[in-house]
């Protein structure tokens, strides 16, 4: 028997296959970086207005501070972003836009606040302005060329999740396509005599399969490509046969749930020995999900999960996690669940020796505020507490007596709001 | 102008059209549920064994024990999951296995760990068995019909976000599809003579176009669907067939990027009001994003975002995130950014009136943990901060002078991985 510190060690020594691909910017949300990217044009690109103004230049602007304020300049040009300048003349200022290039000669942008048009409605070219207010200093009002980035220093690092601003800089750089690390496609097989598909009449044993939706679910959250194979009866024949049919998807790896415990009925384990993987049958010593069986198939790692619901999903967010979102870029420790620690609002009592992975929701007392709560029942046959669960209080091995108000620490669901 | 409380006020008082569609399972993880569920079936759909071991008579095994430990019993049949069983017999006990049916007559569950076979490797049929440890109460290991879930009671109420482990809930009970809340359609048209495509040559004046990447991530982030309806040159005609051009896609909500400050240059105003939009210009004491344009065209609700990008992101995330978060069943308060207070990692100065939006990242300090740090440069064209921000801190109205360590409360941004 393995502790779960022990298990969960074991699993972070396990990785699946990396692999690259190139995505558009469009569907690049979420992934990481596979390689670094350094910037290719500077930012800004040119010496520009940060504001809707008049280019000056600033050694003209600030003698005619000596000699009065009413000098009056004509306007040579309106720039209008996108279009290109000419260069500024002596006694001129160029009406200009923000994010506009500054016309050769001008240094420093006067606000349109700050200017006065004489005799004119619009600031087109020949009408003469005044400064009600000068510029303060040389390059006020103006960005200068490379301020935000230079070319050859680093954009984004290897690794980086890509969030909606990290794409606009990479479209802003002039990118269409980014290279990430690939989604692992992980086939799902589901074992049982016992199972049928939703939507079909069941008979009397029969229940309707719901670990391959459990399971695609927390795969597509995790970021990989879920592939359902199917559901292989209790035989050894069919089992065999499920896992031919999951390797034919080209997986990066498996996941069966059920079939995997002691019971007479639990072909998993022999159906893989018969197929030459290389198996570890672990027992954990935690509750729910026990059994568990880790190994490779044909050089696809294999996680065998347990059957009943909610140790198939702890099972999953535990071992499997971890593997998908490594092999997305995350590093060991963004790839664990997320700890919170905070007070239980009610006591726990616990008798049997195996670590407990309660499900608990984040509710607030007026005694304790925010604290964790029970989501209900906790059978691992049941799945509306998990679904109401924000997280797996860890209670750990050996007899344990916890008050209300104990502060405990639980691994944060995924899907958790809070 | 309006504060930013009131700006944010007046946009919880918008909202969009709420579409009902029907989706399969597999592609209902993140919605929310238009209708309630109710329980359709009892779950457990019959009375059925916890654990691998025999199914006995607790009258008769209890019987036995006064009489002493020894009795003997026939294994009568072999009960797997997914198979109907037959009624018990006097004298006999039923092989079954976790989950199977247990059998009429029978009412507890002996494990296999506490029954030792006479004489026989396998417990088959015909076999003798005798408990090593009996029973300890009726309905040991036993999981009654029912016991999670009745017939009729609500299963998930209306606007339930959809977690992996309930579409799982959904599915064992025999759900293949769900009514949730339709994506937004959101569509995009960025305004701005200076724009080219990226992977395009630029010439002198020119930028690549972002905004539609970020404003298309972030709706995608958000749970609606963008529509990227290219960009609009800065005159009347383009701006206006840009506007047609978004219209044509049926859209639930249209966000414009650029083109609505009080420059020469600037037509989106203008085009909206020809195009017969009711629309307020608002001014918002905020910086970045002072301009917002906030209307309705042919019945579609406009938000005419600013051009710069961290000014649109900021826009959009108090002002169109919530709007399509609601369309989806967020309520009010759940389609808010979360909130966060930590310390101050450093000192913040503010001189001007309008309330400001840092941008600031969570990192850790030997002094005072976990706080905010500047992310970056606050221009509001600068997106590499933006990118690496985590949160955006609230600096209120007026003159702020915050030393480091004091406690501030930020909006956490959407993708934060914190």
Redesign the interface.
Known sequence: MKSLAEALLACEALSLTQRVERVP??EA?GRHLSSALSVAQD????DQS?M?GYAVNWREASKSHVEGADRHYRVGQ?I??????QALQEGEVA?I?????LPENADTVVIQENVELIDAE??EPGVWVRFTQRPRHVGEHV?LRGE??NVGMG??DVGR?L??????????????SLEVWARPRVAILST????RA???A?????????????????I??AGGVAVDCGVAR?SAEDTREGFLRALAQKPDLILSSGGV?????DPVKGTLADLGARLDFWKVKMKPGKPLAVGELAGVPVLALP???VSA?VSFQLFARPLIKRALGSSVE?ARLRRARLPLLEPIEKKHARAELIRVARRTSAHHGEGWALAG?Q?S????P??R?DALLIVPEGEVSWGEGTRAEALV?P?A?C
């Open positions: 910017l469009s949300r930012a800004p690109r040119w940060a809707d309106v209008a972003a996108g279009h290109p300048p009406r836009m923000t994010g506009a290039p619009r600031a960005r935000e980035l954009l984004l999740l969030n909606p601003a990290g794409l606009a800089l990479c479209a802003s750089q002039g990118l269409t049982g005599d016992e199972l939703p939507g079909t069941l008979e009397v044993g029969q229940i309707y399969a719901s670990n391959a939706t459990l399971l695609q679910g927390m597509e959250e209790d415990s002691v019971g007479d009925f059957g009943n619901p999903a963004e029942g059978s046959a049941w799945l509306s998990l679904e669960a669901l899907w709001t």
